[in-house]
T-cell receptor, first 115, second 114 residues
Framework: NAGVTQTPKFQVLKTGQSMTLQCAQD?????MSWYRQDPGMGLRLIHY???????DQGEVPNGYNVSRSTTEDFPLRLLSAAPSQTSVYFC??????????????FGQGTRLTVV | KQEVTQIPAALSVPEGENLVLNCSFT??????LQWFRQDPGKGLTSLLL?????REQTSGRLNASLDKSSGRSTLYIAASQPGDSATYLC?????????????FGKGTLLTVNP
């Protein structure tokens, strides 16, 4: 099983450039989310989606856009990259049944450096 | 706002020792708690998921407990091995408006020495 696949694994951007981080899952999960992980800050939620066509903001949404046109894909767009967005980005998915949730699965991460 | 704390931040033990990692959360209105493992430069791997109605879950040498009323969970690792060296993260699922969110602790870095 592929699980959650993120591309690219590594990326270097110049300040002001835009790019899209890709995330795909093949488990038919309803719930997908994006996190960033920074030293000393832990994992922080950027955006999430509870199904196709439905997205919402997390803890640190500024500078990022998302869309969910299919169940499988949940891309994260950086509109105008800034050095503060240098981080490791993780995509996660799970089934979402409130009290009877399944476990969350994470991708391998995208290490982004903005210079 | 839900806050998740993990103590200790780092732990070093000799191989074969039994150990306990701690996780505490401030709001007991959680749906579940999940323990993850993260190896350097890698993603998160789910270890155990405890639903809010459960008290513990076991998988091999791992046992996780949950006490919602006191806002605590522990991850017990029996007979530790060097391969257990990693960062261990706990996360609680809470309700945010009409949706649900995972809130993470900052993790415990475990080193098991041969």
């Amino acid at each position: 099983n592929a699980g959650v696949t993120q591309t690219p694994k590594f990326q270097v951007l110049k300040t002001g450039q835009s790019m899209t981080l890709q995330c795909a899952q093949d488990m038919n999960h309803e719930y997908m989310s994006w996190y960033r992980q920074d030293p000393g800050m832990g994992l922080r939620l950027i955006h999430y989606s509870v199904g196709a066509g439905i997205t919402d903001q997390g803890e640190v949404p500024n500078g990022y856009n998302v869309s969910r046109s299919t169940t499988e894909d949940f891309p994260l767009r950086l509109l105008s990259a800034a050095p503060s967005q240098t981080s490791v980005y993780f995509c996660a998915s799970s089934n979402h049944r409130g009290l009877r949730d399944t476990e969350a699965f994470f991708g391998q991460g995208t290490r982004l450096t903005v210079v | 706002k839900q806050e998740v704390t993990q103590i200790p931040a780092a732990l070093s033990v000799p191989e074969g020792e039994n150990l306990v990692l701690n996780c505490s959360f401030t709001d007991s209105a959680i749906y579940n708690l999940q323990w993850f493992r993260q190896d350097p430069g890698k993603g998160l791997t789910s270890l155990l998921l405890i639903q809010s109605s459960q008290r513990e879950q076991t998988s091999g040498r791992l046992n996780a407990s949950l006490d919602k009323s006191s806002g605590r969970s522990t991850l017990y690792i029996a007979a530790s091995q060097p391969g257990d060296s990693a960062t261990y993260l706990c996360a609680v699922k809470i309700r945010g408006g009409s949706n649900y969110k995972l809130t993470f602790g900052k993790g415990t870095l475990l080193t098991v020495n041969p």
